[in-house]
């Protein structure tokens, strides 16, 4: 069990710009989140997929949000055109399917900057 | 729609005091109720979970019981250490997928 992991620990872009965000989830899990988090707030629900499908997606998801997890196994976050209101660290979570009170596994997050 | 309401931080206690964080919540059904923690530098991990009414969680000291008729989950730990200095957040999710609902979180502070 290495974990979750994400790349990269930061991003720093500017205004209008695509950014890409990487996720490793730990290996056997078959469901994947992402969440964002902005300061002094707890994370939101962005996303999420189980095996390679993307079963639900928040409102907070505008149409410049796009996610992928290509064969199931990692995935992608990309932001199209960033604006300054994006600025926040993405956070991905891993856990295997089950019952009530399922237990996720989160990454470090990735904290991005938009100048 | 579902929420949480945590006790506003930051908190800031001497070693070994009790620590109470108190952590009521909305939702419609009956939800799963969970304490996560964020240690300086780590990402968040899973401290306790209930998934019942009148459930204790309980993990490292901290306990948190599910009370339905108050709609709370306050967390609770007899003697706090420094190393327990991290940032708490309560969440909620319904059934299904872990949409968790997480409250703004409260940053805890011992001094030695």
């Known amino acids: 069990d290495t974990g979750v992991s994400q790349d990269p620990r930061h991003k720093i872009t500017k205004r209008g710009q695509n950014v890409t965000f990487r996720c490793d989830p730990i290996?056997?899990?078959?469901?994947l989140y992402w969440y964002r988090q902005t300061l002094g707030q707890g994370p939101e629900f962005l996303t999420y997929?189980?095996?390679?499908?993307?079963?639900?997606k928040s409102r907070l998801l505008s149409d410049r949000f796009s996610a992928e997890r290509p064969k199931g196994s990692f995935s992608t976050l990309e932001i199209q055109r960033t604006e300054q209101g994006d600025s926040a660290m993405y956070l991905c979570?891993?856990?295997?399917?089950?019952?009530?009170?399922?237990?996720?596994?989160f990454g470090s997050g990735t904290q991005l900057s938009v100048l | 729609g579902n929420s949480v309401t945590q006790m506003e931080g930051p908190v800031t206690l001497s070693e070994e005091a009790f620590l109470t964080i108190n952590c009521t919540y909305t939702a419609t059904g009956y939800p799963s109720l969970f304490w996560y923690v964020q240690y300086p530098g780590e990402g968040l991990q899973l401290l306790l979970k209930a998934t019942k009414a009148d459930d204790k969680g309980s993990n490292k000291g901290f306990e948190a019981t599910y009370r339905k008729e108050t709609t709370s989950f306050h967390l609770e730990k007899g003697s706090v250490q420094v190393s327990d200095s991290a940032v708490y957040f309560c969440a909620l999710s319904g059934q299904g997928a872990q949409k968790l609902v997480f409250g703004q979180g409260t940053r805890l502070t011992i001094n030695p």
């Open positions: 290996s056997e899990h078959n469901r």
């Open positions: 997929f189980q095996n390679e499908a993307q079963l639900e």
């Open positions: 979570a891993s856990s295997l399917l089950g019952g009530r009170g399922e237990k996720l596994f």
